[in-house]
């Protein structure tokens, strides 16, 4: 039996109505899982897409095919799923932190609009991160040591460990884990040449020629403390910390420099670093249970990535080489760096009240608050570039995006549950939301560069341009040309606000204690925000509305399970991102049409004998727009056309044997997952440049053996060495560097899963 929280309440997965995938500790153990890009795998339902230079903690999650692609911006779209690390919202612009997973309780999937219970970022579904809780009970720990090595790749491994001590006399624990990871790297960085049109200036990249530059290394810990105040109260302050960096290019030229090289001219690296502290308190006042739980986190990024391209093509096509000069009026390299600087801090407050659950008539109320702070300064230089010609104060930068955001989000929510009889129970639910989003600052070049930039910010009579502010806000910025200037000549930022309700209705019948049936019509929505181009308007929320019917079904004593689903979900108002005509090279957002979900999910697991467990799960989505998306009077994609980077069918299977041989138990599996074919993006000017995301299947396996406290085990991943790709990027898209689909120009990278793995892992419980 498996127990879930999926509805704010511990249940047997079986026993909740709605389509939920639980991987337990166990499960995540034994399928080698260690982050994101491992679990996603193996939730059917769910796709994900990583930043344009795919480095780690840059992804975004989908589920059922609710996403148009784009976003991982600072200024652009909310996320369509919430991620939780327990009671903690980790969700951000640039998506969900990676986060190691190590001594996990489980990993819940839960697909579909669950705006009642979760809120603003919910609108398609949530994934939550459930850890092991700090045991009173009694001392335990556990160490696990790892090396691995990739195929035609570097070497890799990992140690982890925690260790829980009773404390307080039995009354507490303190449980403490630990992570080092290193994943080797896979792509070479090749020798690349090559001379811009204008300057006949020659590029190369002698001195970065590098065989698999592109490691990763992972540090972490996490503490809890858990108190028992008395027998109705409980209070486990919490902390976890991890700092992930990384080397080189997690692109691939493959048009270029052959697959998993690339050709880049500048050295690129980053750090992730990022904590969260929080306080969960849980209790009783007479029959009512009642939780609070505050956090606040705290994210830093940053990264160096290779730019040059864009330099290329733009002089390629348009001759800007010619402007790209030093303090003597000599032409020079006009290639670039792009180099990024992102803070974060978010606090979240939630209190839950639930009434007594073995009532006929029972429910759960509370309030919910959060306040994110993001700054984002993202600096594009050319070494050498005129100082007059350069962001005033920095000489060499070509173009400055410093602006800060705020997203304040404010819920009341209620849901109940209602017997009617033994076999028919009633579900509904409303949240009642409120958001309000600013963002302030600067976005642009020195010179009236597509009307962006430092002259915006003089008034008419200085030249300057129609929505010029005034003077800095945000430090470091040389004044801003985003925001709102009062009558007292004060600035303040462009907001967003709206507000609204989402609900909840389900129905569910049980035939008998082990087979139901249930109905369920539930609604969802994203915030509404502020387009970084001073001129563009603030984009509205967009909402969905969700129907699905499923079944539940356990037969044979428990050793089978079987639950479909089948949904169809109305996307309206959508929010998507784009480039506009004459590139600006400034993305926007907007509402534009509306779209559809729809499909069946399915998952069985069967226990034939003793020591065999076959599982299997899939889904098949047709997730497609149901009116043609119409920007600036012209067609960027018809109706039909498919929505991105979900397949239409994915699906996965795991075989696991054990059985005793001598003083221990040995084990083998095998786990097979196949992805199928995807649109990378959702215009067709871009999809014409990209091409599609092809299908393709892993195979993993693993045997091993436990005796006593110990456990070997010998594993592969992906052994058919699949060029599974994560998402492909055009640097210098149609809008920028082409007129039409059928000019060439540009550079499409693609991001690649890791190739085939070799590992031997050994651990030992204490």
Same mark, same amino acid.
């Given at each position: 039996?498996?127990?879930?929280?999926?509805?704010?309440?511990?249940?047997?997965?079986?026993?909740?109505?709605?389509?939920?995938?639980?991987?337990?500790?166990?499960?995540?153990?034994?399928?080698?899982?260690?982050?994101?890009?491992? +679990?996603?795998?193996?939730?059917?339902?769910?796709?994900?897409?990583?930043?344009?230079?795919?480095?780690?903690?840059?992804?975004?999650?989908?589920?059922?095919?609710?996403?148009? /692609?784009? /976003?991982?911006?600072?200024?652009?779209?909310? *996320?369509?799923?919430?991620?939780?690390?327990?009671?903690?919202?980790?969700?951000?612009?640039?998506?969900?932190?990676?986060?190691?997973? =190590?001594?996990?309780?489980?990993?819940?999937?839960?697909? @579909? *609009?669950?705006?009642?219970?979760?809120?603003?970022?919910?609108?398609?579904?949530?994934?939550?991160?459930?850890?092991?809780?700090?045991?009173?009970?009694? $001392?335990?720990?556990?160490?696990?040591?790892?090396?691995?090595?990739?195929?035609? @790749?570097?070497? /890799?491994?990992?140690?982890? /460990?925690?260790?829980?001590?009773?404390?307080?006399?039995?009354?507490?624990?303190?449980?403490?884990?630990?992570? +080092?990871?290193?994943?080797?790297?896979?792509?070479?960085?090749?020798?690349?040449?090559?001379?811009?049109?204008?300057?006949?200036?020659?590029?190369?990249?002698?001195?970065?020629?590098?065989?698999?530059? %592109?490691?990763?290394?992972?540090?972490?810990?996490?503490?809890?403390?858990?108190?028992?105040?008395?027998?109705?109260?409980?209070?486990?302050?919490?902390?976890?910390?991890?700092?992930?960096?990384?080397?080189?290019?997690?692109?691939?030229?493959?048009?270029?420099?052959?697959?998993?090289?690339?050709?880049?001219?500048?050295?690129?690296?980053?750090?992730?670093?990022?904590?969260?502290?929080?306080?969960?308190?849980?209790?009783?006042?007479?029959?009512?249970?009642?939780?609070?739980?505050?956090? +606040?986190?705290?994210?830093?990024?940053?990264?160096?990535?290779? =730019?040059?391209?864009?330099?290329?093509?733009?002089?390629?096509?348009?001759?800007?080489?010619?402007?790209?000069?030093?303090?003597?009026?000599?032409?020079?390299?006009?290639?670039?760096?792009?180099?990024?600087?992102?803070?974060?801090?978010?606090?979240?407050?939630?209190?839950?009240?639930? &009434?007594?659950?073995?009532?006929?008539?029972?429910?759960?109320?509370?309030?919910?608050?959060?306040?994110? $702070?993001?700054?984002?300064?993202?600096?594009?230089?050319?070494?050498?570039?005129?100082?007059?010609?350069?962001?005033?104060?920095?000489?060499?930068?070509?173009?400055?995006?410093?602006?800060?955001?705020?997203?304040?989000?404010?819920?009341?929510?209620?849901?109940?549950?209602?017997?009617? #009889?033994?076999?028919?129970?009633?579900?509904?639910?409303?949240?009642?939301?409120?958001?309000?989003?600013?963002?302030?600052? $600067?976005?642009?070049? %020195?010179?009236? $560069?597509?009307?962006?930039?430092?002259?915006?910010?003089?008034?008419?009579?200085?030249?300057?341009?129609?929505?010029?502010? @005034?003077?800095?806000?945000?430090?470091?910025?040389?004044?801003?040309?985003?925001?709102?200037?009062?009558?007292?000549?004060?600035?303040?930022?462009?907001?967003?606000?709206?507000?609204?309700?989402?609900?909840?209705?389900?129905?569910? +019948?049980?035939?008998?204690?082990?087979?139901?049936?249930?109905? &369920?019509?539930?609604?969802?929505?994203?915030?509404?925000?502020?387009?970084?181009? !001073?001129?563009?308007?603030?984009?509205?929320?967009?909402?969905?509305?969700? =129907?699905?019917?499923?079944?539940?079904?356990?037969?044979?004593?428990?050793?089978? #399970?079987?639950?479909?689903?089948?949904?169809?979900?109305?996307?309206?108002?959508?929010?998507?991102?784009?480039?506009?005509?004459?590139?600006?090279?400034?993305?926007?957002? @907007?509402?534009? !049409?509306?779209?559809?979900?729809?499909?069946?999910?399915?998952?069985?697991?069967?226990?034939?004998?003793?020591?065999?467990?076959?599982?299997?799960?899939?889904?098949?989505?047709?997730?497609?727009?149901?009116?043609?998306?119409?920007?600036?009077?012209?067609?960027?994609?018809?109706?039909?056309?498919?929505?991105?980077?979900?397949?239409?069918?994915?699906?996965?299977?795991?075989?696991?044997?054990?059985?005793?041989?001598?003083?221990?138990?040995?084990?083998?599996?095998?786990?097979?997952?196949?992805?199928?074919?995807?649109?990378?993006?959702?215009?067709?000017?871009?999809?014409?440049?990209?091409?599609?995301? *092809?299908?393709?299947?892993?195979?993993?396996?693993?045997?091993?053996?436990?005796?006593?406290?110990?456990?070997?085990?010998?594993?592969?991943?992906?052994?058919?060495?699949?060029?599974?790709?994560?998402?492909?990027?055009?640097?210098?898209?149609?809008?920028?560097?082409?007129?039409?689909?059928?000019?060439?120009?540009?550079?499409?990278?693609?991001?690649?899963?890791?190739?085939?793995?070799?590992?031997?892992?050994?651990?030992?419980?204490?």
């Amino acid at each position: 039996m498996i127990i879930v929280t999926a509805q704010r309440r511990e249940e047997n997965l079986q026993d909740v109505p709605a389509s939920v995938v639980a991987l337990t500790n166990e499960t995540l153990e034994n399928l080698q899982v260690r982050n994101f890009v491992d +679990y996603i795998a193996y939730l059917p339902s769910a796709s994900f897409t990583t930043g344009s230079t795919g480095v780690p903690g840059n992804t975004s999650i989908s589920f059922r095919g609710i996403t148009t /692609g784009g /976003g991982l911006v600072t200024s652009g779209t909310l *996320p369509t799923v919430g991620s939780y690390l327990d009671e903690q919202p980790i969700t951000s612009i640039l998506g969900t932190v990676d986060i190691h997973v =190590y001594d996990i309780a489980r990993v819940e999937a839960l697909a @579909g *609009p669950q705006g009642t219970l979760y809120g603003a970022s919910s609108q398609a579904g949530v994934v939550r991160i459930i850890t092991n809780k700090p045991d009173p009970d009694a $001392f335990s720990a556990r160490m696990d040591l790892e090396v691995n090595r990739i195929r035609n @790749g570097d070497w /890799g491994g990992q140690i982890e /460990g925690f260790v829980n001590l009773p404390v307080l006399d039995g009354r507490g624990a303190l449980r403490l884990v630990g992570w +080092y990871e290193r994943t080797g790297g896979f792509i070479d960085n090749v020798l690349g040449v090559r001379t811009f049109a204008t300057s006949r200036i020659t590029q190369r990249n002698d001195a970065l020629v590098e065989e698999d530059h %592109n490691p990763v290394d992972k540090i972490g810990l996490r503490a809890q403390l858990g108190i028992e105040l008395d027998d109705n109260w409980t209070v486990t302050p919490s902390v976890i910390a991890q700092r992930t960096e990384w080397q080189g290019s997690f692109q691939s030229d493959d048009d270029n420099a052959g697959e998993l090289n690339v050709a880049h001219y500048y050295p690129e690296f980053g750090e992730d670093e990022w904590y969260q502290a929080g306080l969960t308190i849980n209790g009783r006042i007479s029959d009512f249970d009642i939780v609070y739980a505050g956090y +606040y986190m705290d994210r830093r990024v940053d990264t160096q990535n290779d =730019y040059s391209d864009y330099g290329f093509f733009y002089d390629l096509v348009a001759g800007s080489g010619a402007g790209v000069v030093d303090n003597a009026g000599r032409l020079i390299d006009p290639s670039q760096i792009n180099t990024n600087r992102f803070r974060l801090n978010k606090l979240s407050q939630e209190l839950r009240i639930s &009434t007594p659950q073995d009532k006929r008539i029972r429910g759960q109320f509370g309030l919910f608050y959060q306040r994110q $702070f993001q700054r984002d300064e993202n600096n594009y230089l050319t070494p050498g570039f005129a100082d007059r010609l350069s962001v005033p104060g920095r000489p060499g930068q070509v173009w400055l995006t410093l602006q800060d955001r705020i997203d304040r989000d404010y819920a009341a929510f209620a849901q109940a549950d209602f017997d009617v #009889t033994d076999k028919l129970l009633l579900t509904g639910g409303v949240r009642a939301y409120k958001f309000d989003n600013s963002l302030v600052g $600067f976005f642009g070049v %020195n010179t009236t $560069f597509f009307g962006t930039g430092v002259r915006q910010c003089l008034g008419r009579a200085q030249g300057g341009g129609p929505f010029g502010v @005034g003077i800095a806000v945000v430090p470091g910025s040389p004044c801003t040309n985003l925001g709102v200037l009062n009558a007292d000549g004060s600035i303040s930022p462009k907001r967003s606000k709206g507000d609204g309700f989402t609900y909840r209705a389900n129905a569910t +019948y049980r035939f008998t204690p082990d087979n139901l049936v249930f109905a &369920t019509f539930s609604t969802g929505f994203r915030p509404g925000g502020i387009n970084r181009a !001073g001129t563009a308007e603030p984009f509205d929320a967009d909402e969905l509305q969700n =129907y699905e019917i499923g079944t539940k079904n356990t037969f044979a004593d428990g050793r089978l #399970t079987l639950n479909v689903t089948a949904f169809l979900a109305d996307w309206k108002d959508v929010q998507v991102t784009f480039q506009p005509p004459g590139g600006s090279g400034v993305v926007l957002i @907007g509402n534009v !049409g509306s779209a559809r979900s729809k499909g069946i999910e399915a998952d069985i697991a069967w226990r034939p004998l003793d020591g065999f467990t076959l599982t299997a799960a899939g889904t098949y989505i047709d997730a497609s727009l149901r009116e043609p998306f119409i920007l600036f009077g012209r067609e960027t994609a018809p109706a039909g056309q498919r929505l991105p980077l979900t397949p239409r069918f994915k699906g996965n299977v795991i075989a696991r044997y054990e059985a005793g041989v001598g003083d221990g138990t040995a084990h083998l599996q095998l786990a097979g997952a196949y992805i199928g074919q995807r649109n990378p993006v959702i215009t067709t000017s871009d999809l014409a440049k990209t091409g599609v995301l *092809p299908e393709y299947a892993t195979l993993d396996f693993s045997v091993g053996y436990r005796w006593d406290d110990w456990e070997i085990e010998v594993y592969g991943r992906n052994m058919t060495d699949a060029r599974g790709q994560q998402s492909r990027a055009a640097r210098c898209n149609i809008n920028i560097c082409g007129p039409s689909t059928a000019d060439p120009v540009g550079q499409v990278y693609r991001i690649y899963i890791q190739p085939a793995t070799m590992g031997l892992r050994i651990g030992r419980k204490f």
